[in-house]
């Protein structure tokens, strides 16, 4: 069966989920909103595989989480579609705060860009209730190519007229970033899609690829073993590296280059908001974990935001995004 036919199947299976009672739906909500939530285990749903990123951040605010309320938090893992299946999952939840989800800003934004139904809408469907703003991306770059810094780059695709760059899926912010490089400096760089960064990687170990874009984390196989020399960063330095500019800083103009990304926590959009305040709230306590610590400074991550700051970053960020993924010219599959 099809990847498309999957999904439609998928999407008729939410669509009769939603049409659900309403008198049920709300009397969860009406539950929780009178002070008793958590009134049971709670599920938080990590729309991503297990053992990457986002998983492992679910499970650090999850334990803490779970330590604070006093009930069990299970982490979930229901991936694929670009993390649309596990959320169409949560926006399906009764909104009483005992269904979260946990994922990352390709959910909550580009799908709506790139899928013409994924499933869930994020204005109607879902409230974010807390972000991790994203790390600083790395651009690096083959040693063979010579490039340092980003005018260097520009330089090397103009004399080489075509430029193989490495990006860990389409539509991510790589393939952004080569889509705007291309349109301000009128190059012909073309973007190598892999399945993950793993993958992307091992490109650039194998000399397959001119540069690549992704975690400073994870371009640590090819950075430690010199097959790799990072000329920039996409929109926030990064402690480890301090002397390698932003592309902002080295010239370069697009409004794309301002924006971070995030993983973050969601929760059905009925949900009261006393539960979504204190959900808030205990995700950016989980910051002073030590567990929590650990995974944050693993990824080289910033701490949880608040409510309030998650969604004025949320909207100061989501028409930049939208732009960008739609001058790709990505068909919504």
Not at 142 to 159: M, S
Not at 276 to 297: I, M, Q, S
């Amino acid at each position: 069966m099809s990847a498309k036919l999957d999904r439609r199947h998928f999407i008729a299976a939410g669509t009769t989920a939603l049409a659900m009672p309403f008198v049920v739906r709300g009397a969860a909500a009406q539950g929780a909103s009178q002070g008793t939530w958590p009134a049971r285990q709670i599920r938080m749903i990590c729309s991503y595989p297990a053992g990457g990123q986002t998983d492992l951040l679910a499970r650090a605010y999850g334990e803490f989480i779970s330590k604070q309320v006093g009930k069990t938090v299970v982490v979930e893992n229901k991936p694929g579609a670009s993390g649309a299946i596990g959320t169409a999952e949560v926006a399906r939840a009764e909104p009483d705060g005992h269904t979260i989800l946990c994922s990352i800003s390709t959910t909550y934004i580009m799908n709506r860009v790139v899928m013409k139904n994924p499933g869930y809408d994020m204005d109607k469907d879902l409230t974010l209730v807390s972000v991790i703003p994203g790390a600083g991306l790395l651009l690096v770059a083959n040693p063979k190519t010579g490039v340092k810094t980003l005018e260097d780059f520009v330089a090397f695709a103009r004399k080489s007229g075509k430029v193989n760059f490495g990006t860990y899926s389409a539509g991510s912010a790589p393939h952004m970033t080569i889509n705007e490089l291309n349109k301000q400096y009128g190059l012909n760089i073309e973007p190598i899609h892999y399945r993950g960064e793993a993958p992307m990687w091992t490109g650039m170990l194998e000399g397959t690829l001119d540069a690549a874009m992704g975690s400073y984390t994870a371009a640590q196989s090819v950075l430690q073993s010199d097959r790799g020399t990072v000329f920039a960063v996409h929109s926030k330095k990064v402690d480890a590296i301090p002397n390698v500019k932003t592309l902002p800083e080295q010239g370069a103009t697009s409004k794309f280059f301002t924006v971070s990304g995030f993983t973050g926590w969601a929760v059905p959009k009925a949900t009261p908001q006393p539960v979504v305040d204190r959900l808030a709230e205990l995700c950016v306590a989980a910051n002073g974990d030590p567990k929590v610590k650990e995974v944050l400074a693993t990824f080289v991550l910033e701490p949880a935001i608040g409510f309030k700051e998650t969604n004025a970053l949320y909207q100061r960020e989501l028409p930049i995004w939208i732009e960008s993924a739609k001058s790709l010219g990505l068909e919504p599959a």
